[in-house]
């Protein structure tokens, strides 16, 4: 059985499908079998056979070169993009926890290195119906995952990293590291932010990732460190 790693954000739309890419391509450049899984995913794109397409898993399957097939690596696609527990509501296909959990143990059996992403931030619904009431924490609590949060660089960070640190202390989630996405080498506040987060909290930036960056600028012993 493989060691694992979950991916959160600060945020949707923060850089967590592109830093993932690049942190499955490191390890996988480095002769390493890394691999890719997300439990839920919406915005997919109907293609023109009316095919819906991931496009977090495709985007991760293709930089990094996994070559996996879709069921493996997504367990739950829908079109709306909305949070899963809308999704799954509108879509009447809520989202069964211990298919989740086979998935999620099956693609660990077979990949030594593998990311899971997150949907959302770290506070994402994934179900919320008469049966159950179901929060991404609670599902990374459950698989019993360390987490490395994707940070934008920018204004406002300060606050949205602190905050998901702190509750992710509080549901004593064990924090990683944050990397830093949308970096502009010595900008002033983008460092403060850097020092400022570490300092309040901590827990370092271990890399940082500018806008196009095709590799990650990190060690491949450090990243392999982070899975568990
Ligand atoms: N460092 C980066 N360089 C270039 N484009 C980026 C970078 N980070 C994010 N993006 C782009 O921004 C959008 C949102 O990023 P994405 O990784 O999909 O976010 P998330 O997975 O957190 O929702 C995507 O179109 C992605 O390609
Ligand atoms: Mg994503």
């Given amino acids: 059985m493989g060691k694992a790693l979950f991916i959160t954000g600060t945020g949707t739309d923060i850089g967590k499908t592109y830093v993932t890419g690049l942190i499955v391509k490191k390890l996988r450049d480095a002769g390493l079998n890394g691999g890719y899984y997300k439990a839920a995913l919406s915005g997919a794109v109907l293609d023109e056979k009316g095919v819906l397409q ?8 293709a930089v990094a070169g996994i070559g996996e097939s879709i069921p493996q690596l997504v367990s739950y696609i829908y079109q709306e993009a909305v949070s899963p527990h809308l999704a799954a509501k509108l879509n009447d296909e809520p989202i069964d926890f211990g298919r989740v959990e086979r998935d999620y143990h099956r693609a660990k059996d077979k990949y030594e290195y593998l990311t899971m992403e997150g ?3 770290i506070i994402c619904p994934l179900r919320w119906d008469e049966k159950q009431h179901v929060i991404l924490d609670d599902l990374v609590k459950h698989l019993n995952l360390g987490v490395l949060i994707v940070a ?11 905050l998901t640190i702190e509750h992710l202390r509080a549901r004593e989630i064990p924090v990683r590291g944050i990397i830093f996405n949308n970096y502009i080498p010595h900008d002033i ?19 940082y990732v500018k806008k196009g960056d095709k ?3 990190m060690k491949v012993e450090v990243l392999k460190g982070l899975y568990e």
Avoid at 155 to 160: D, F, P, R, V
Avoid at 189 to 207: H, P, R, S, W, Y
């Fill in 189 to 207: 506040m983008q460092d403060d932010n850097a020092k400022m987060i570490e300092a309040m909290t901590g827990v370092k930036v271990l890399a």
């Fill in 54 to 61: 991931p496009g977090d898993a495709l985007h991760v399957n």
């Fill in 119 to 121: 949907s959302g931030g």
């Fill in 152 to 162: 934008d660089a920018g204004l406002g960070t300060i606050n949205s990293a602190v």
């Fill in 215 to 217: 590799e990650l600028d």
